[in-house]
């Protein structure tokens, strides 16, 4: 992985470049419809999107009346949503400060791609007001079609082209938040089926909340520090 701002967002805009855009939008948009339920009542709620992508949960929560801003270090993807009129701005998170407090931040499978996870949600929950939460999804990389993969070799872990350098599943994320001080008030998993597979999508869910350490492709947690 680069490691100078340069680097990285040279990277970054060329993974989206090279991403199977379809596919990522589909999951993106499930994805926004997801942490639109966690969240609720948008009245008054100010929300970072960390890490923002494309912008698919920016643009489905300001449709539904949120007030949310974003950013990334990708600045092509910031190019086009300055062009929407959305709020985004560039953002290194292991180098740059958060200098505003926020009732919610959004940091949806973003953690992976990191170093130092850990710190990284130390600073989120640092940017917080008094009653605010996370919403962080991290992929589980050891879901059903990954252990397939890997069975007939196949597996993209550890691909030279692939960006995630932490490997999370549902145990080692509840580690993780545990270890910086953060508890767990909801979580949604995600199922592996994807969107387009609509008659076998109802088959997925269940599988998923019964067994989501094989059956479900990320969760989605909502935390907040413990007092």
Known sequence: MPTSVIEKRQYFNRYWQMR????????SSERAELVRS???DPAGLEILDIGCGRGTVLEHLSRHGFQVSG?????DNLETLKSKGLSVFEYDIE????????????CLEVLQQLFDPADAL?????ALQAEGCLIVSVPNEFH?????????????????????????NPSRARGLF?????????VVNVSAIPPRWKLLRPLGKMLAEFLPGLFALSQIYKLRPCL
């Open 38 to 40: 966690l969240l609720g």
């Open 144 to 168: 059903i079609w990954a252990r397939l993969r890997l069975l007939f070799g196949k597996s993209r872990l550890g691909h030279f082209d692939e960006s995630h350098i932490r490997l999370f």
């Open 95 to 106: 180098r740059d400060a958060l200098h505003q407090n926020y009732d919610v931040i959004l």
């Open 178 to 186: 545990a270890r910086v001080g953060l508890r767990t008030e909801a």
């Open 122 to 126: 130390t600073k989120f929950a640092h």
């Open 20 to 27: 199977d855009l379809p596919s990522a939008d589909a999951r």
């Open 71 to 75: 950013c990334d270090v990708a600045t």
